[in-house]
């Protein structure tokens, strides 16, 4: 896409327009000169017929066009040209009021930053859990999360394969309020390299899966799972001897019913030959510190409805909708 922001795709736009409008005016000039025929005794005689003919006798005739229908057109070419003085279009010409897309924008997140940005820094100020407690506050971070989240998590938060839960208690890297503000700042890259190889043959591959079943007691084959033993030697540095994880570099818990791209054994031992590479986008460069310090209370609210007893207006409506995202299904979560 480079090649088209050049100094050569400038002039070629600057072109095109000028055609345009020049050929608009071309015609309705050419159209002006149509006339209506005048006979010898001062009347105007029968127009011409386009040839096409309807139901026997409805002709369509060759009339000139309309003067004031023809001055409309004129002056809209006027005016596109005044257009193209005032504002940019034409070509790489930024136009005489210096307009642009950006600075239209720029304009209004510096007016929407001096409207709303003592609300988000009242917020900030305050800790995590007591922002969670307010009404308000919780209202702010729901939209957010809505905007900014739930194209992945979910509009409910209960995630999806490949896209953790956010309403239970189970967490890759922590749960508490100041780790899940990380996690929505720098964002996260979670990688679990190919192990097929490591393991060694397809079948050692599908005793480790089965022994990774047994870990949470979930379907599997005792005797292959008794083979897949030993062989979980290579998986322990990340998911630790007994499979419980390890929250500091986001590896998962085994040892749980909670899986994030499913729990049974096919899609177990597809993880094991291919690994997994998930990433979270870092949001410290799409929303303010402010913004974040809402959401970060938003989601740990979510987990934690039992704790988060929102005070303020419309304090009902807004603990019947955290209990609600804590309480539904939770079985696509954080593995």
């Known amino acids: 896409m480079a090649d088209f922001f050049n100094e050569w795709w400038g002039f070629a736009i600057a072109a095109i327009v000028a055609f345009g409008i020049l050929a608009c005016a071309l015609l309705l000039w ?14 105007p005689l029968p127009a011409e017929t386009t040839g096409h003919v309807w139901d026997g006798d409805l002709m369509e005739q060759n009339n000139p066009l309309p003067k004031w229908w023809m001055w409309l057109f004129y ?8 257009y193209l003085i005032v504002y940019p279009g034409f070509g790489t010409r930024q136009g005489s009021f210096g307009w642009s897309q950006v600075g239209a924008y720029e304009k209004e997140m510096k007016d929407g930053e001096a409207q709303y940005g003592p609300i988000f820094n009242k ?25 900014t989240c739930a194209q992945c998590h979910g509009s409910d938060a209960q995630g999806g394969k490949g896209y953790p839960n956010l309403a239970d208690s189970d967490w890759l890297y922590g749960g508490d309020p100041q780790t899940i503000k990380t996690t929505i700042t720098e964002g996260r890259h979670g990688q679990m390299p190919p192990m097929g190889a490591v393991v060694g043959s397809d079948d050692d591959v599908r005793n ?3 022994y990774v079943l047994s870990l949470s007691n979930s379907a599997h084959d005792p005797i292959k799972a008794a083979l897949g033993k030993p062989k979980f030697a290579a998986c322990a540095a990340c998911h630790g001897i007994e499979g419980k994880g390890n929250q500091a570099i986001g590896a998962p818990n085994l ?12 899609t177990v031992m597809e993880t094991i030959n291919k690994g997994r590479n ?3 986008p870092a949001h410290k460069t799409i929303l303010s510190e402010g913004k974040i310090h809402l959401l970060a209370a938003y989601v740990w609210s979510l987990s934690n409805s039992s704790n988060v ?8 409506a807004v ?15 954080a593995k």
Do not use: C, P
Not at 33 to 38: D, H, L, P, R, Y
């Open 30 to 43: 050419s159209q002006s000169k149509v006339k209506v025929k005048i006979g010898t005794d001062g009347k």
């Open 208 to 210: 480790v899966a089965n």
């Open 278 to 280: 998930n990433q979270m």
């Open 309 to 316: 007893q929102v005070s303020g207006a419309d304090a009902a």
């Open 123 to 147: 917020y900030l100020a305050m800790d995590l859990k007591a922002v969670a407690k307010d009404a308000q506050a919780h209202e702010i971070g729901q939209r957010l999360f809505l905007n």
């Open 75 to 82: 002056l809209t070419i006027i005016y596109s040209i005044g």
């Open 319 to 333: 603990n019947q909708i955290a209990t609600t995202a804590s309480s539904t299904d939770v079985s696509a979560s």
């Open 255 to 266: 040892s749980d019913k909670t899986w994030l791209y499913g729990g049974d054994i096919n």
